[in-house]
């Protein structure tokens, strides 16, 4: 028989297993309709940002889960940056960062992830290592504008949030 520790720790499992389920979902569907090379949640702490999911070519931008490391979500969280960089190369804000270099960042396009308390986790975002139009023909599709960037990562935001909670 099971106890009721064992019962909230299998509800547990089975709520992550799907909330991951479908947050590779929705990062693989930015892929897709943006024609990206990899997306990603980030969540930032002191330290930088911490990649918790990625989807596509992580290496060659030398993304690692799991890993703090200073990025453009840093910047753009702290409106640096703007949301969308279609050519990192010519936009004089990013372009002579070690990390555009590095990583070959050629465009960038990312949108924050606001806990339901207001507060922020972290980003939704994509990378290329080509520069990439960021115009009507993809980021003002119906699927991509940027309320479906928004819901996705409020979305995000809202089932991290319940994840902490259950793990208390």
């Not at 960062?97 to 992830?113: E, K, Q």
């Not at 080509?130 to 089932?159: F, M, Q, Y």
Request: proline content about 3%; glycine content about 8%.
């Amino acid at each position: 028989m099971a106890t009721p520790a064992a019962d909230a720790d299998a509800a547990r499992s089975s709520f992550e297993a799907r909330f991951d389920s479908q947050l590779m979902r929705v990062l693989e569907l930015a892929n897709q309709h943006l024609g990206m090379d990899v997306s990603f949640v980030a969540e930032i702490l002191d330290e930088g940002q911490l990649y918790r999911s990625v989807h596509g070519d992580a290496h060659s931008f030398g993304i690692t889960t799991g890993e703090a490391t200073l990025g453009y979500c840093d910047l753009m969280l702290a409106g640096r940056i703007p949301h969308a960089i279609p050519a990192t190369a010519v936009d004089s804000r990013v372009h002579a960062l070690r990390i555009t270099h590095d990583a070959r960042i050629g465009a960038y396009i990312g949108v924050p992830i606001i806990l339901s308390d207001g507060s922020t986790f972290g980003s939704l975002g994509c990378l290329s290592h080509e520069a990439h139009v960021l115009g009507d023909r993809t980021c003002g599709s119906c699927s991509c504008s940027p309320n479906w960037w928004h819901r996705k990562s409020n979305a995000i935001g809202s089932a991290t949030r319940l994840a902490r909670k259950s793990r208390r």
